[in-house]
């Protein structure tokens, strides 16, 4: 099942830029939450804060609360345990090339030190039938490499990687930017089937994908986040200026 | 910087669309009531010549605004706008059918004795028009103040046709012969008071476009 995540005071550098000011928010467990905002507006930083990925570079540094549940990420826990219980799915789909489908699903798992066969087996089908792709490779699982496949299944399949380690939270930045849109709806209609069972996190440029996949939305720009509400609200009858001039497209 | 130009300038085109046909509607009401005052059957015509513009002009309204919400996606303030639009559009043509209903009933009473009936028309007609214009005041000026006022002038004008219809109703009883005068009277009061509701379903659609309140049906006014 998901957890909630919960921000408090949130504040993130890259070197001496300040890309994250403040920043407060309430996560619901079990629900799909959209990230909206012009590019560098700190939406993509903020999620990698979430699963402390931000601090992978080393000009980078993050202060404030961020609690998964009762654990505080940034004082109770190690960044490997973090991610573990935290997936994330990138823009372009990045399987690692050389690897079957199966071995890429499974490779989370492995690295884990997972190496009893049967869960193997059963937690790659497990979590291919989640990503709603077990039916189109199951044939070739260990034939195929993950490279050669389209690049929505492409995407799917890094989305079974990302469940195989069965997380509580799924990130997603921008996970259909770069699909066609029949592969973009399918990727959407996985969100809002894995919503059950996971909190998920999407940052998008698509507004009427947030629109369609997520409950609630933050605005962020020039690193705070301007409004959070309901997806409704934030795209009906938006409380700040700021969010209606951006939604409506005329942010200049 | 301002941005999306063309759907700026789509919505502004769509604007000028709908105050065109409000004009034509508002028009056609006004010579209703200048045909019934006169027993004028030319002015009549001019009435029913308008009716296919406006239906025209409802279609076109309609096609504009079912084009922008295909093609350009749009997003609160400017979703709300062209949603107001859309039935803003199909009550200001409720409206036009109203003028040509009570234009009919002048032409039916050009058949008999112009008589002083126990209703004044041209009194109920004038704030009913007066809803309207106030109704369409608020929306091109975009304030809801205005929109709201309309909202309580449409109990006056309930009080008026409920009033007519009880005088005209004993004048039926007590002379028979005058039905036919009184009917169309009171009929003529009734599309007048519809009138009146159209012009409160704009106010209501204003309201909903500038604040994002929905206010229909006695929904309390924020």
């Known amino acids: 099942m998901g957890v909630g995540i919960n921000v408090e005071h949130l ?15 309430n996560i619901p467990a079990n629900h799909a939450t959209a990230l909206i905002g012009p590019s560098g507006c700190g939406k993509s930083t903020f999620v990698r804060c979430l699963n402390r990925m931000h601090e992978t570079n080393p000009i980078a540094r993050a202060t404030g609360m961020v609690k998964m549940g009762d654990v505080d990420i940034y004082k109770d826990a190690q960044p490997v345990q973090i991610r573990r219980r935290i997936g994330m799915v990138f823009q372009r789909p990045n399987p690692f090339p050389t690897m079957s489908i199966y071995d890429n699903v499974a490779s989370g798992l492995k690295l884990n030190g997972f190496r009893n066969r049967a869960i193997l087996d059963e937690t790659v089908e497990r979590s291919l039938k989640s990503a709603a792709l077990w039916e189109e490779v199951k044939d070739d699982l260990k034939k195929k490499s993950g490279a050669s496949l389209s690049g929505g299944q492409q995407q799917r399949m890094c989305i079974a990687r990302a469940l195989a380690v069965d997380p509580e939270v799924l990130l997603m930045d921008e996970p259909a930017s770069a699909l066609d849109p029949v592969s973009t709806s399918k990727i959407e209609d996985l969100i809002f089937q894995l919503k059950s069972q996971y909190t998920i996190v999407i940052v998008t440029h698509n507004m009427q994908q947030a629109a369609r996949v997520a409950e609630n939305t933050g605005f962020f720009l020039n690193g705070k986040m301007v409004e959070f509400d309901s997806t409704h609200k934030i795209f009906t009858n938006p409380k700040d200026k700021r969010t209606e001039d951006y939604i409506t497209g005329r942010f200049g | 910087m301002a941005t999306r130009i063309k759907f700026q300038q789509n919505l502004d085109d769509l604007k000028e669309r709908l105050l065109i046909m409000a004009g034509m509607s ?8 200048e045909a019934y005052r006169t027993r004028d059957l030319s002015i009549c015509e001019l009435v029913f010549q308008s009716e296919p513009v406006i239906n025209r002009l409802e279609r076109e309204i309609d096609q504009m605004a079912l084009d922008l919400l295909a093609m350009e996606q749009p997003m609160a303030i400017d979703l709300r706008f062209i949603l107001s639009v859309i039935r803003i559009n199909a009550d200001l043509e409720r409206v036009g059918d109203q003028a040509v209903n009570i234009a009919v009933r002048v032409r039916e009473m050009g058949a008999f004795a112009n008589i002083e009936l126990p209703v004044d028309i041209p009194k109920l007609a004038s704030l009913a028009s007066a809803m309207v214009r106030k109704a369409l005041q608020a929306f091109i000026e975009a304030d809801a103040e205005v929109a709201q006022s309309v909202l309580k002038l449409d109990d006056q004008v309930d009080e008026m046709n409920d009033a007519a219809f009880y005088s005209l109703s004993s004048l039926i009883k007590e002379k ?17 008071e519809r009138v009146g509701d159209h012009a409160t379903n704009i106010a209501e659609d204003v309201i909903f476009w500038v604040r994002g309140k929905d206010v229909r049906h006695n929904q309390a006014v924020v």
């Open chain 2, 176 to 192: 028979p012969e005058l039905t036919p005068q009184s009917l169309n009277a009171l009929i003529i009061a009734r599309n007048l």
């Open chain 2, 26 to 33: 508002e028009q056609a009401i006004q010579r209703s009531i």
């Open chain 1, 11 to 25: 504040n993130a550098w890259y070197g001496t830029t300040h890309t994250l000011q403040d920043i407060n928010l």
